[in-house]
């Protein structure tokens, strides 16, 4: 057998291994970072952006709302609400889970009103109130951080 072969062979070797490992490390660093569930609910609320680093996006608002902000910018840190948010016409309701319950939501209902601006009794929410774009886990998130806030 001559040696060129056995080379050649030995660099194929390695050079799988180099693309594996590659591979697997960017499994692992995409595995890791994402957290579920309230904690991932908080980023989403305070920053409006998901654990793994999803901004979230929406339509409406008011006009020139920042783009960097997530529901803690008008229903505030408790989500007690009773904000007026710049350029709007309404206060913020209080939307702690609990509140939200008090006032007919469920969880299906609550999500709606996130995504599509739907009130529990099928009416438009204000066009101040955004209508947000995000993940089925990602909502499920938000609303037990909800829960964790009331
Ligand atoms: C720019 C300000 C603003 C931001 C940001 C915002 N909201 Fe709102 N939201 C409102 C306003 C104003 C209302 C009330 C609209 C009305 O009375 O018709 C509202 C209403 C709601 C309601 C309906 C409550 C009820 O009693 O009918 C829910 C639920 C809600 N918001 C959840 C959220 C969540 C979750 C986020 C973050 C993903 C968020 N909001 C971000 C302004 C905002």
């Given at each position: 057998?001559?040696?060129?072969?056995?080379?050649?062979?030995?660099?194929?070797?390695?050079?799988?291994?180099?693309?594996?490992?590659?591979?697997?490390?960017?499994?692992?660093?995409?595995t890791?970072?994402?957290?579920?569930?309230?904690?991932?609910?908080?980023?989403i609320?305070?920053k409006?952006?998901?654990?793994?680093?999803?901004?979230?996006?929406?339509?409406?608002?008011?006009?020139?709302?920042?783009?960097?902000?997530?529901?803690?910018?008008?229903?505030?840190?408790?989500?007690?609400?009773?904000?007026?948010?710049?350029?709007?016409?309404?206060?913020?309701p209080?939307?702690?889970?609990?509140?939200?319950?008090?006032?007919?939501?469920?969880?299906?209902?609550?999500?709606?009103?996130?995504?599509?601006?739907?009130?529990e009794?099928?009416?438009?929410?204000?066009?101040?109130?955004?209508?947000?774009?995000?993940?089925?886990?990602?909502?499920?998130?938000?609303?037990?951080?909800?829960?964790?806030?009331g």
């Amino acid at each position: 057998m001559p040696k060129i072969p056995y080379i050649a062979l030995a660099v194929i070797i390695v050079g799988l291994v180099v693309v594996v490992s590659i591979l697997y490390i960017g499994f692992l660093r995409g595995t890791s970072t994402h957290v579920e569930g309230a904690s991932n609910g908080k980023l989403i609320y305070t920053k409006g952006i998901d654990s793994a680093g999803v901004r979230i996006s929406y339509t409406g608002g008011p006009v020139g709302m920042m783009r960097y902000t997530g529901c803690i910018g008008c229903h505030g840190a408790t989500g007690e609400g009773g904000i007026y948010p710049m350029m709007c016409n309404v206060k913020t309701p209080d939307i702690r889970y609990t509140s939200l319950v008090a006032s007919g939501y469920n969880d299906t209902t609550i999500t709606r009103a996130i995504t599509l601006g739907i009130d529990e009794s099928g009416e438009q929410l204000d066009p101040c109130m955004p209508r947000w774009q995000m993940s089925l886990m990602d909502l499920k998130d938000l609303i037990s951080y909800l829960k964790e806030l009331g």
